[in-house]
């Protein structure tokens, strides 16, 4: 039994130690980065430890409006992504030949650059220079809906652009892991369903969603993080000043303030650790809810 759970470490021993010297190291030193007070990035010095850093970030208002950015983003992102993908994903299930044909229409955002996506996205909702209207403006002006300034105007509108860009991005991953959960699922348990005359819907709540819970558990946590950490998204529609625009996002936050003229690694490794903490009590929250609602 003891040679068995040596060969087990030594199995594990390069995963342990890739994880120790790219993820429990560097949180690490983030950590020390964030309680040395007055880091200078250029002498290497500090003049203090404490937690002053944590209060700096905690009261700055670029801070303060990236979290509101970033809160709104996950809230409307994770649960329309999640809807949208999975009804899409049983549409497609349900057409047989034309469903490898679909499934690579639907992936083809996925694999498009983030930055070429936005830049498209961008095209839609600002006015080309000749022009006055932008494309999303011509279909409001259909309804007779007055004109919008989707990219440098009202809060809202801005929001609302950066919330279906991140949905439509993110949508393509999900599409192909539900479709292939759906895939999975055993044909017995329908065809017993149909025998007993039950209704598609009841079948749906009662079969498809519960043997499907683990994947859509999983989606669901690699949204919420994956949508913490948006930036990318935020700089291809709004450009690289997003506190101007206020648009700017957590990551994007740190971004800055780790790479400014002067530079601020302290203040920056305070935000990271403020990040990892909300990021962490979510995914723990997750984790418990789903010990009741998913099914293994």
């Known amino acids: 039994m003891e040679k068995n759970n040596l060969k087990a470490w030594l199995y ?3 995963a342990i130690v890739f994880l120790g010297l790219f993820m429990v190291y560097p ?3 983030v950590f020390v980065y964030s309680l040395e007070e007055g880091y200078s990035s250029i002498s290497k010095t500090y003049f203090g430890v404490g937690g002053y850093n944590y209060s700096y970030v905690l009261h700055d208002p670029y801070f303060l409006q ?3 950015n970033t809160f709104i983003l996950v809230i409307i992102t994770v649960p329309l992504s999640t809807i949208f993908s999975l009804l899409i994903s049983v549409g497609l299930s349900s057409i047989e030949k034309l469903k490898n044909l679909f499934q690579t229409v639907y992936f083809l955002p996925y694999v498009t650059n983030t930055l070429a996506v936005g830049m498209v996205f961008m095209i839609l909702f600002k006015p080309a220079p000749a022009t006055t209207n932008s494309v999303a403006n011509l279909v409001l002006g259909w309804f007779g809906i007055s004109p919008v300034d989707f990219i440098n105007g009202p809060y809202w509108a801005k ?3 950066l919330c279906l860009y991140t949905v439509w991005v993110v949508m393509p991953f999900k599409i192909l892991i539900l479709t ?3 895939a999975s699922v ?3 348990y329908y065809n017993a369903a149909k025998v007993d005359g039950t209704s598609k819907f009841r079948i749906f709540t009662k079969i498809t969603l519960p043997m499907i819970s683990p994947t859509l558990f999983y989606l669901i946590i690699t949204g919420f993080i994956g949508a913490f950490k948006a930036y990318a998204d935020a700089v291809a529609l709004f450009g690289a000043d997003l506190n101007v ?3 700017n996002t957590i990551v994007g936050y740190i971004y800055e303030r ?5 530079g601020y690694p302290s203040y920056a490794s305070a935000a990271a650790i403020i990040l990892f903490v909300i990021v962490l009590t979510i995914t723990c929250i997750n984790l418990l809810v789903s010990k009741k609602n998913v099914h293994y």
Do not use: C, N, Q, W
Request: hydrophobic share 60%; no cysteine; charged share 15%.
């Open 12 to 14: 594990l021993l390069p």
């Open 27 to 29: 949180l690490f030193d």
């Open 66 to 68: 990236a979290v509101k």
């Open 159 to 161: 929001m609302f652009v």
């Open 180 to 182: 292939g959960a759906l």
């Open 186 to 188: 055993d044909k017995t």
């Open 245 to 247: 625009a206020g648009m």
């Open 258 to 262: 780790l790479y400014a003229t002067s």
